[in-house]
């Protein structure tokens, strides 16, 4: 599903200027709004973008309670991000066969506290910069996620 969704995000990005949200273009490729989203499984934290209930996703990081580093998964990543091997960007999933990625890094690496303050997070795909964004309530979310990642507390 993420090899067909990512291209026809990308596609339709393409019209818009760089810096331009892509919530919009990610809606009409899914069929669905986005989002970003947590979830809980067990101690796990998962933080995603993209549509709700569905494996429709852009990007996703998930943490342990009270831990500092963090899995980071999609088919963007945040400006910045670089593997802890520091040999490229980041590494290609297998599971995917390459088309998303996957890596562990600091949490703040990722860029979440932009996000936060913000309501934005500058990310890359196929060598192009966009932001994802997050209204006042999705910023709570983040919120809510940072502090479990650092704390443990949810």
């Not at 831990?67 to 088919?75: L, R």
């Not at 040999?87 to 996957?102: I, N, T, V």
């Given at each position: ?18 810096a ?13 709004p ?20 569905s494996?429709?996703?852009?990007f ?5 309670a009270?831990?500092?580093?963090v ?18 960007p ?12 996957e ?9 979440l ?18 932001q ?16 479990y ?6």
């Amino acid at each position: 599903m993420l090899r067909v969704l990512v291209p026809g995000v990308l596609a339709l990005g393409l019209a818009t200027t760089a810096a331009q949200t892509q919530s919009t273009a990610l809606d009409e490729a899914t069929g669905q709004p986005v989002a970003w989203h947590l979830s809980h499984d067990g101690a796990l934290a998962k933080l995603a973008y993209g549509a709700s209930n569905s494996d429709d996703l852009a990007f996703m990081v998930t943490c342990s309670a009270g831990e500092t580093d963090v899995a980071i998964y999609g088919d963007v990543m945040p400006i910045g991000v670089t593997s802890q091997t520091g040999s490229r960007p980041f590494s290609p999933d297998p599971l995917s066969g390459g088309e998303a990625s996957e890596e562990n890094v600091s949490l703040s690496e990722v860029g979440l506290g932009e996000l936060s303050r913000k309501g934005r997070m500058t990310v890359i795909a196929d060598e192009r910069i966009y932001q994802l964004a997050a209204t006042r309530q999705e910023r709570r979310v983040v919120d809510r996620f940072l502090a479990y990642c650092r704390t443990g507390q949810a």
